[in-house]
Each structure stands twice: as structure tokens, then as C-alpha cells.
């Protein structure tokens, strides 16, 4: 029997390398003023796109650079390091595009993929205000009239909304159907529309980059040929798609993580009390040690995800969703942990930790709160499945 390894491939590493390697040059340093500001990251978004590291997961027949699963955690990953605002721009192109990938006609492919490709943004639309984690009671209508689709509704929490290009938007398109998820069917809207807009900024406690709003759809008529899929699909569409974007949210926590652990490092090994580093006492190592075992783990399974949502396999729900729960919650504690390895100047914004703490909350909550991960991983087990 021949001995066995695992470990990324040497492409993931040079990936890594390289994605660290302009992170640290061209997003890093605009990060803290990203925040103070709360303006859009642009230099983020002009230095990935021209690396074309803004959408690495499309595939080469649209014009992307065909990157797997792994590698695209690995991008984001790296981002939210230094700026989990930014990781967003990434993230959020690989949700929106998700759905027209495994669902969308050839057509709907050619008109929309390519252009993300080549640096437009996109945006995903599910949630309401009244319909987060049970999203089939979402309101949002969509009647067919002749040779186009006509859309009503709100939708809330649409991040990047505004600066996006293109909108995959779920809405109910037979409101009488039995059973409420099979009456929803999903579309792609463009911002140029007739009918649609977006609202103002949510003022939030993190990712202050990524402008967070609601969208508005008032008679918005849109070709009939911008269905995802069959009507009557769309939230099963949108329910397969976080199988495969739900590690994404696991790589931006574990990016966050990561970032706040390198700093506590630096941090402890210059700061001295009574007379020695900081890093010398060993209650202060085991925090470390703690924070960095809970990072590499996390890390582990955000991979081990992203690789079984990529084969298909029967197990990727449920990895994904333990993926995205146990990196969020690591990345909440590492942030919280390091804040308190800095002491005062940790609760100050002279430091980045601080920062990091408010943006890693997000990750117990979007994409599906941690309480519904957890429903998700119990449910397959008791179904019998894994």
C-alpha cells in the first residue's frame, strides 16, 4: 500500500501567495479608513478585478479563470485577513452567479456571466424583512405578461446593492401553489431595469464597506427569458446554492480569524508588563495556542467543504452548514480573545482587532443564522443521511 498525504495543491499555495501578496499591498491599507468612512472599498474592488481575482470560480467557457471550490476560499480567505468588507466583493459574485450556473439556461449564462467576468458586480436577493430564515413566506410577486416577467416587492439585507450590475432575485410566482416553496421561482434583474432601486444604507455594527440595502421592484418588467430554471424552482435553486456558497462565509470567518490572530502575535511579543513580552506568560500563550488550534481546524473543514460541495456529494449539505457554523463561531471568539490579549488598546480603533470583532459577528448570522446550521446538520443526521 502506498503511503498516503494530504495537502493543497502546490496551484492553492501559489495561489495564496499571491493573493496575500496584493491583499497586503493594495487592501490593507485602505481597510481602517474603509470602516471610519463606511464607504465601498473601490481600491478593493479595482485591484481584484484587474488580478482577476474578483470572480475566480467562473468557469473558462465565460470568460473566468475556472478556479475550484478550494481556490476560491482561498481568495476570500485571504481578503477578509485584512478587510472582511472586501472579501464580500468575491463572495458575493460567487452567491449571485451560483444559482444561473447550476440552473440557468445557456443563454441566460452567455448574457450574464461574462460580464461578471470582466468586473461587473452582482448581488443576491432572497431575504425580506419578514421572511429571513423562513424565506418561503417571502412576498415579493412575479407575474408573467406576455414576453416578460413584472416584479413587485421588497427585498432587504442585499449586499453590495447599488453597486451591483445584476440581481439574482427569488419571488413567488404562484402564490395558490400547495406548498409554499414550490411557488417561488428565481430571475435575474439588471440595475438598469425600468421599475427597480435600491434604498438607503442599513447602518450596521460591521463590514461598513459592503453597503447593505433594500431594493425595490415596482412594475418591474424584465425579459421572460431571465427565469432561472422552471418556474416554480427557484428555492430550490437558492437552497442548492448554499450547499456550494456556504464555505465562502466559512473562509471570510476564517480569513477574519486568522488576520486578528496574527496581530495578537505581534502585539504580545512587543508589549511588555513587568519587565518581560507579554508573550512570555503562559496564560497568555495558552490563548494563543487556543486561538490558533480553533483557526486551523475551521480552516480544515471550510476545505473539506467547499471540496465535497464541488464533487456533489450527499454529505456537502451538511459539511457546508457545520463549515459555516463552526468557522463563524471560531472567528467570533478569536476576535473577542484577541481584543482582550491588546487590553485597552484593543477597544480602541488605533488597532484593527477591534474591527474585526464587529465584522466577524456577521458570520453567525447571514447566510443562515447559526441556529439554522445547526437545525441543518441535525436534520440530515436523523433523516440518515450525512
Known amino acids: 500500500m502506498t503511503a498516503g498525504y494530504y495537502q493543497l495543491g502546490e496551484e492553492h499555495e501559489a495561489l495564496r501567495e499571491a493573493m496575500r501578496s496584493l491583499a497586503e499591498k493594495e487592501i490593507a491599507p485602505f481597510a481602517a479608513e474603509v470602516d471610519e468612512q463606511e464607504r465601498y472599498p473601490s481600491e478593493a ?6 488580478a482577476g481575482f474578483h470572480a475566480v470560480h467562473l468557469p473558462e467557457a465565460y470568460e473566468g479563470e475556472g478556479a475550484d471550490a478550494i481556490a476560491a476560499c482561498i481568495v476570500i480567505e485571504e481578503i477578509a485577513r485584512v478587510d472582511a468588507s472586501a472579501s464580500l466583493i468575491p463572495a458575493v459574485n460567487k452567491l ?22 470582466a468586473g ?17 413566506s417571502m412576498r415579493t410577486r412575479a407575474r408573467l405578461d406576455g414576453d416578460r416577467w413584472v416584479l413587485n416587492g421588497i427585498k432587504a439585507w442585499i449586499t453590495n446593492a447599488g453597486e451591483s450590475t445584476w440581481y439574482t432575485v427569488m419571488a413567488v410566482t404562484d402564490p395558490n401553489a400547495e406548498k409554499k416553496s414550490n411557488g417561488i421561482s428565481a430571475f435575474v434583474v439588471h440595475a438598469d431595469d425600468p421599475g427597480f432601486s435600491v434604498g438607503p444604507k442599513e ?9 447593505t440595502r433594500e431594493i425595490y421592484f415596482e412594475d418591474c418588467a424584465i425579459p421572460a427569458d431571465r427565469i432561472i430554471g422552471e418556474p416554480g424552482s427557484g428555492l430550490k435553486t437558492a437552497l442548492s446554492t448554499l450547499d456550494h456558497t456556504r464555505p465562502t462565509i466559512g473562509a471570510q470567518a476564517v480569513g477574519i480569524a486568522q488576520g486578528a490572530l496574527d496581530a495578537s502575535i505581534d502585539y504580545v511579543r512587543e508589549r511588555r508588563q513587568f519587565g518581560t513580552a507579554v508573550g512570555e506568560f503562559q496564560g497568555v500563550q495558552f490563548m494563543l495556542a487556543d486561538m490558533a488550534t480553533g483557526v486551523e481546524a475551521a480552516r480544515h473543514l471550510v476545505y473539506a467543504a467547499a471540496a465535497k460541495s464541488e464533487r456533489g456529494e450527499a454529505d456537502a449539505g451538511l459539511s457546508a452548514a457545520a463549515a459555516k457554523c ?7 471568539k478569536v476576535t473577542t480573545d484577541a481584543v482582550q490579549l491588546f487590553g485597552g488598546a484593543g477597544y480602541t480603533r488605533d488597532f484593527p482587532v477591534e474591527r474585526m470583532m464587529r465584522d466577524a459577528k456577521i458570520t453567525q448570522i447571514y447566510e ?3 441556529q439554522i446550521q445547526r437545525m441543518v446538520i441535525a436534520r440530515r443526521l436523523l433523516s440518515g443521511g450525512r
Open 368 to 370: 443562515g443564522t447559526n
Open 96 to 117: 449571485d452567479t451560483t444559482p444561473i450556473l447550476l440552473s440557468g439556461s445557456e443563454q441566460l449564462k452567455k448574457q450574464v456571466l461574462p460580464q461578471v467576468a
Open 326 to 332: 463552526y468557522a463563524s463561531d471560531v472567528a467570533m
Open 45 to 50: 474592488r479595482e485591484a481584484l478585478t484587474r
Open 120 to 136: 461587473a458586480g452582482c448581488s443576491y436577493a432572497l431575504s425580506e424583512r419578514e421572511a429571513g430564515s423562513d424565506a418561503a
Open 203 to 211: 447602518r450596521k455594527l460591521g463590514i461598513k464597506g459592503s453597503p
